[in-house]
């Protein structure tokens, strides 16, 4: 019999009040992705993205694609092991992929659990009942160095839901429909024109990573129609065979038609890559993230993701995983814009919270820009609040507000050494603060399955901050990339607008951070001025 030992970082707990709801069913058919080692030093990867990020743009040269493969991929030994290994399981292997460094297995539950040994159960909870593991993973001695990560056994869902008000009306932006992005890129200066060449994304790829939904065509031709823009190309990327499937305007479709519809109206002549990836758990998040970095055929220059949840909700394995992601990203060049949730420092909803403080991952990741909100009170970008407590009866749910905090996972990394960090109101101890910086988080007019309607959240910020990124790219014609350091280095300059006035904490809910002068835990170091930021890129 083989000695199986604990897989290091695999160790999870189980949502909070979940209620045991059975075994599994054994012969149901499942599949994990196994995450192997690299052939480089991973931490080596991320000190080559600070090292870029830290290095004139002119004089930037990213890795290719090639290059990452050889120096940072898989090595074919190890695969074939995988394989191998699969194969005495009776596993089935459906992907390979030595740059992803991943092996995709997939068979009967009970032979996947005879490969990896995990305490799986059935659990019932709040959000829905979902597949839950506790513990560690085991794994074979002869793979305890090959294997970092295994995903797939825990299905606990991301979240990620729009604010979105419902409209009867049909008639285009305007009024409590709200206003197209456009409205907001002007607000914030972002560059239009360079040398008389219209800034509209001509020449991007802009990467739009969805867990469920959909877009309709249809949808997307009336919504562009009535902003006056002929609507962008659009391609949707299975990932682990999930596809578009779009149903109701109630569901995860809200999400995916606020991403490209805010995007595509501020940068329509990009093309947009929707990689469409199970809500189901960590697995389908890490194969859809990876998918697009390591897309070598679409090469996009920035990645938008709105989707995330609580810190304490990954194990160790997941974020290592997650993290090697964005340092392969900013060794490429491509920026990562990520939504730094939208319920304050409490990041759940109502009927989810667990009553704990929490910051939003992957925003709260130092290699990814982390996009807070604000709200326009009297012309002026204030942190964004609805002013609401938490109450499970009311619509929405209430305690919008825009993520942020510091950082229980995350030490402070060194391009905000100098931003005033405060201690961490929960653990009072120092780490990365979240987020980078915001923009408006409401009042965007968006259409899903044929209902039009305001709609926001900092899921609306993340897109449209990669929709600046692809303007500022194109301007360069070079990925500007991890953007970080120079935001920081540069907000005295005017990259960035200080927003001192708002909390995110929840009214008579729960305490959060204060905006003031500065770098603050609601909006990071202010809004962007798109034309200033192009301007000090050199």
Known sequence: MPIYIPLPGSKRRLLPNSRPAGPIDPSAIASVTVRVRSAGDPEALARKAYELANTPLAERKYLTHDELEKQYGASQEDLDKIEHFAQEHDLIVVHRNAAERSVVLKGKLGDLLGAFHADVQIYHHATGTYRGRKGEITVPEELGKIVTGVFGFDTRPKHRVPHRQKSTAHDGPGGQNGVAATDFATRYHFPTNLN?????GTGQTIAIIELGGGYRSSDLKVFFKEIGLTAPKVSSISVDHAGNDPTTADSADGEVMLDIEVAGAVAPKATFAVYFAPNNGDKGFIDAISAAVHDSQRKPGVISISWGGPESSNDQQSMQAYHELFAAAGALGITVCIASGDHGTADLDASDWDGQIHVDYPASDDLVL???????????????NDGTPFDVNAPGGGGWASGGGISGVFAVPSY??????PMSIDTGKPGRGVPDIAMSA???FTRVDGSEGASGGTSAVAPLMAALVARLNQAKKKNVGFLNPFLYANASKGVVRDVTSGTNAIKNTLKGYDAGP???ACTGLGT?????????LA
Do not use: R
């Open 196 to 200: 008389g060449t219209a800034l509209d």
């Open 370 to 384: 982390g996009c807070g909100g604000t709200q326009i009170d009297s012309g002026i970008d204030v942190v964004w």
């Open 416 to 421: 905000q050494a100098n931003a005033g960090l």
């Open 442 to 444: 409401t009042n965007y």
């Open 518 to 520: 500065g770098w603050d």
């Open 528 to 536: 962007p001025d798109g034309m200033t930021i192009l301007n000090h």
